[in-house]
C-alpha cells in the first residue's frame, strides 16, 4: 500500500515564504511523475506544479514564484512557496504516479490528504 504525507502548510503573510513536503512511502517500485495540485476557495482543484525525471513544470500564476523539486533517495518532493499572495490561499494537494509492483511498469495516481495554505494580506 502506497501513502503520501504532506507536510509544511500553515500561515504566513503576504511576501513570505512557504515550503511544503511531501513524502511517498509503502509499496514502491518506481515514482514516474510527482506534483502539487492546490484547490482554492474560488476554483476546483487545479495544477500547480510537476516535476518529471528532472524537468519541470508550473503553472502560469506561480511562475517565478514556486520551485518544486524531488529528492528521489527519499521519495519525496517539495514545493518552495515564495512571495505568498492571498490568492495563493487554498488547500495543496500532494500527487504521485507510481508503479507499486517490482518488474511491473504499470503505474497508478496517488493523492495525499492535502495540507492548508493561508496567506494573510
Known amino acids: 500500500q502506497v501513502q503520501l504525507v504532506e507536510s509544511g502548510g500553515g500561515l504566513v503573510q503576504a511576501g513570505g515564504p512557504l515550503r511544503l513536503s511531501c513524502a511517498a512511502s509503502?509499496?514502491?517500485?518506481?515514482?514516474?511523475?510527482m506534483a502539487w495540485y492546490r484547490q482554492t476557495p474560488l476554483t476546483q482543484r487545479e495544477l500547480v506544479a510537476t516535476?518529471?525525471?528532472?524537468?519541470?513544470n508550473y503553472a502560469d500564476p506561480v511562475k517565478g514564484r514556486f520551485t518544486i523539486s524531488r529528492d528521489n533517495a527519499k521519495n519525496t518532493v517539495y514545493l518552495q512557496m515564495n512571495s505568498l499572495k492571498s490568492e495563493d490561499t487554498g488547500v495543496y494537494y500532494c500527487?504521485?504516479?507510481?508503479?507499486?509492483?517490482?518488474?511491473?511498469?504499470?503505474?497508478?495516481?496517488?493523492w495525499g490528504q492535502g495540507t492548508q495554505v493561508t496567506v494573510s494580506s
Open positions: 509503502g509499496s514502491i517500485y518506481r515514482i514516474n511523475t
Open positions: 516535476v518529471t525525471s528532472g524537468r519541470t
Open positions: 500527487y504521485a504516479d507510481i508503479a507499486p509492483r517490482v518488474g511491473d511498469p504499470r503505474s497508478y495516481p496517488y
